[in-house]
């Protein structure tokens, strides 16, 4: 079982992207996101190996003040050779990334998901995995209003597949 290090966001930007989510559903382009029965995100880290997961819970309290009080959530994109569409975030994401970078600082390099190491990390809120990209592309751009701010409420570790909750702390 795999392990990831999230990002929870405020109501209104978590509905937003709920209602991506479902209407990439109702085209029956992809519904992996909603049957993934775990709120919007961003996974600021993912471990193949979950028994890392006490060093994380015990580090939640540190990594807390390093969220950042808000994101802006840009234009729609997808991960090259992948079905992975998602929204970019955009503006001064210096504080993220330090979040990131801290987070990153307490396993080896080697623990990390490739993708999520800070070399290669792409902060993202994901759309869907699996899917036709192009249509999944038009109907998000379709119906997503780029720029729109979303405010991080909880720092969470999650199991998956399938998503179990673990640990978590709530942001001020």
């Given at each position: 079982m795999a392990l990831a290090?999230?990002?929870?966001?405020?109501?209104?930007?978590?509905?937003?992207?709920?209602?991506?989510w479902q209407g990439l559903a109702d085209a029956r382009i992809?519904?992996?996101?909603?049957?993934?029965n775990y709120p919007p995100?961003?996974?600021?880290?993912?471990l193949d190996d979950e028994t890392r997961d006490g060093i994380f819970a015990s580090?939640?309290?540190?990594?807390?003040?390093?969220?950042?009080r808000s994101l802006l959530m840009g234009d729609i994109a997808t991960f090259a050779q992948s079905e992975v569409v998602y929204i970019g975030l955009e503006g001064d994401l210096s504080q993220l990334f330090a979040l990131h970078r801290a987070a990153s600082?307490?396993?080896?390099?080697?623990?990390?998901?490739?993708?999520?190491?800070?070399?290669?990390?792409?902060?993202?809120?994901?759309l869907q995995t699996i899917g036709d990209v192009s249509r999944a592309e038009?109907?998000?751009?379709?119906?997503?209003?780029?720029?729109h701010t979303a405010v991080p409420v909880r720092l969470e570790l999650a199991y998956f597949r399938p998503?179990?909750?673990?640990?978590?702390?709530?942001?001020?």
């Open positions: 290090l999230s990002l929870l966001f405020d109501r209104d930007a978590s509905q937003a992207v709920r209602r991506l992809s519904s992996d996101m909603l049957e993934l995100h961003l996974t600021l880290l993912v580090a939640l309290s540190d990594l807390a003040p390093l969220a950042p600082a307490i396993v080896p390099e080697d623990d990390i998901h490739p993708q999520y190491r800070t070399a290669s990390w792409t902060p993202h809120v994901t038009q109907l998000a751009r379709d119906r997503w209003r780029p720029r998503v179990r909750i673990g640990n978590g702390i709530a942001l001020a």
